[in-house]
């Protein structure tokens, strides 16, 4: 999985731009493997014109979702290459349309058995449950009824309100999905070397994991394993946005009621964490400063 996917529904910029990138990357090679001198990004204006006979500027970037300064710089990129050609308008002098050239409909008709082709491959590629061109359609209709900024604002309002008011939960991971949310935060915040120093040798399934989240959404997590009359921390990370919240301390204080047979809650850190766990109720039971590296202790009775 890749670190944006974390992000969930907030990358689907990312992800759309990859796939379109993917898009344009391989008909532009596939055009090229077929010495057409065509690019991808022109197809929407030259498809349209290869059925509506004229259209202004402003008519043109419309039909293909492009702003109008947008569009004027694509289409005098596909002027250049003597695609189209503009005409006044008939009804209004000051006004010009724009129209396929003698080149562009000769290209048209060079291309169509190609778009065949890429229609086919796309229409394999799309094809599962949730449709990506049914679906992506669906979206430019709902946001056509009221558009993403708007819709954005109005939620803002609500999540703003909430986001001042935390309520937290902890949850034993005892399912995949949140034990692999769990697993995500402590990968984020634990990717070097320290995680492995903490405890050597402990598996995975000798942990235990506790997910804390805030207002529905992951905030940290806590991974544990017992040992004789103590239990042990294997690792304990709070995202960043909602460090300072008691986070931490909500996890602890699940562990303390999940374990009242255990006496104390120890956890080995750098030194430099030293003051994180003290302001847990941890104390120093041991220093190793050769390797910068101490032992802290909660008492649980």
């Known amino acids: 999985m890749n670190t944006i996917e974390k992000a969930g529904i907030l990358a689907i910029a990312a992800k759309l731009q990859n796939v379109l990138d993917s898009l344009r990357d391989a008909g532009n090679l596939f ?7 065509f690019e991808t990004k022109w197809f929407p204006p030259i498809f349209v014109l290869s059925i509506v006979d004229q259209l202004s500027v402003t008519e043109l970037a419309k039909e293909i979702g492009l702003s109008h300064p947008a569009a004027i710089v694509l289409l005098k990129e596909i002027e250049k290459r003597g695609l189209i050609s503009s005409v006044k308008d008939s009804r209004d002098e000051r ?7 003698p080149k562009g409909r000769e290209m048209v008709t060079e291309l169509k058995p190609y778009w065949d082709s890429i229609a086919s491959t796309l229409s394999d590629v799309t094809a599962n449950p949730h449709n990506l061109f049914i679906a992506l359609t669906e979206v430019e209709t709902r946001l056509d009824e009221k558009p993403l900024l708007e819709r954005l604002n109005e939620k803002a309002v609500h999540i703003l309100e909430q ?4 309520e937290f939960t902890i949850e034993r991971c005892d399912n995949s999905f949140i034990l692999n949310l769990a697993k995500a935060i402590e990968r984020e915040l634990f990717s070097h070397p ?17 997910l804390a989240s805030a207002n529905g959404l992951p905030a940290g997590c806590i991974a544990i394993h017992g040992k004789d009359d103590k239990i042990v921390i294997n690792a304990i990370a709070v995202l960043e946005q909602y460090r300072y919240n008691g986070v931490a301390k909500h996890l602890i204080q699940q562990v303390k009621q999940n374990y009242p047979k255990k006496k104390f809650i ?8 030293k003051g994180f766990f003290e302001h847990l109720g941890f104390v120093v039971k041991k220093a190793d400063k050769e390797h910068n590296r101490i032992t802290m202790e909660l008492k649980t009775v």
């Open 31 to 37: 055009y090229q493997a077929h010495d057409i001198s």
């Open 95 to 101: 006004k010009r349309n724009l129209m396929l050239s």
């Open 163 to 166: 986001s001042l008011k935390k």
């Open 194 to 210: 320290v995680r492995e120093e903490i405890i050597p040798n402990v598996t995975d399934d000798k942990k235990t994991y506790y």
């Open 266 to 273: 120890v956890a080995t850190c750098e030194i430099h964490q």
